[in-house]
Antibody
Framework: QVQLQESGPGLVKPSETLSLTCTVS????????WSWIRQPPGKGLEWIGY???????NYNPSLKSRVTISVDTSKNQISLKLSSVIAADTAVYYC???????????WGQGTLVTVSS | EIVLTQSPATLSLSPGERATLSCGAS???????LAWYQQKPGLAPRLLIY???SRATGIPDRFSGSGSGTDFTLTISRLEPEDFAVYYC?????????FGQGTRLEIK
């Protein structure tokens, strides 16, 4: 079974860029689709976007202007960058295996990112 | 964007009872790409059902999914104490993938 682990700063200032990394073990990163999902405290799930095995990306239109998802196959890592953050971007951020036409079969434990000055 | 509406928002039942959770879509879900997830406090969601009715690896057979088009159901045949959690449906056939707002299954 594929295992995923998110990492990155837990606190980001407003207007700055949130940067997270998801390290994948137990499977080839090039073989699957990979998604980022977030969950504000006490609220539901929001799909941010995904990257497919060819490196193509697909983003939620609500975040598209601020999001970049990329892959580093040499490190078996997927990264998320979200620019110009505001308080409403405070959430637990999850990476998961899956994407469009693929259910989210394996999830990382999630990492809480707080946007505050 | 496909909007998923889950009902009820909260379901209060006792262990041993049958649970029926509903998920309605604002338009037809492409190719039956509909999944159900279970989330417990402080943990990541866990995939239960994919492609409407296929159980994920290791999921007990008391969980079953059904439906088509715009109406989908998750059924838990006999509730176990560990089943009390929040359940989300998700469609992943049309971009952006979307989730329902969740159903909280609580012990009566």
């Amino acid at each position: 079974q594929v295992q995923l682990q998110e990492s990155g700063p837990g606190l980001v200032k407003p207007s700055e860029t949130l940067s997270l990394t998801c390290t994948v073990s137990g499977g080839s990163i090039s073989s699957y689709y990979w998604s980022w999902i977030r969950q504000p405290p006490g609220k539901g799930l929001e799909w941010i976007g995904y990257l497919d095995h060819s490196g193509s990306t697909n983003y939620n239109p609500s975040l598209k202007s601020r999001v970049t998802i990329s892959v580093d196959t040499s490190k078996n890592q997927i990264s998320l960058k979200l620019s110009s953050v505001i308080a409403a971007d405070t959430a637990v951020y999850y990476c998961a295996r899956g994407g469009l036409e693929w259910s989210l079969r394996d999830w990382g434990q999630g990492t809480l990112v707080t946007v505050s000055s | 964007e496909i909007v998923l509406t889950q009902s009820p928002a909260t379901l209060s039942l006792s262990p041993g009872e049958r649970a029926t959770l509903s998920c309605g879509a604002s338009q037809s879900v492409s190719s039956g790409y509909l999944a159900w997830y279970q989330q417990k406090p402080g943990l990541a969601p866990r995939l239960l059902i994919y492609d409407v009715s296929s159980r994920a690896t290791g999921i007990p057979d008391r969980f079953s999914g059904s439906g088509s088009g715009t109406d989908f159901t998750l059924t838990i045949s006999r509730l176990e104490p560990e089943d009390f959690a929040v359940y989300y449906c998700q469609q992943y056939g049309s971009s952006p993938a979307t989730f329902g707002q969740g159903t909280r299954l609580e012990i009566k």
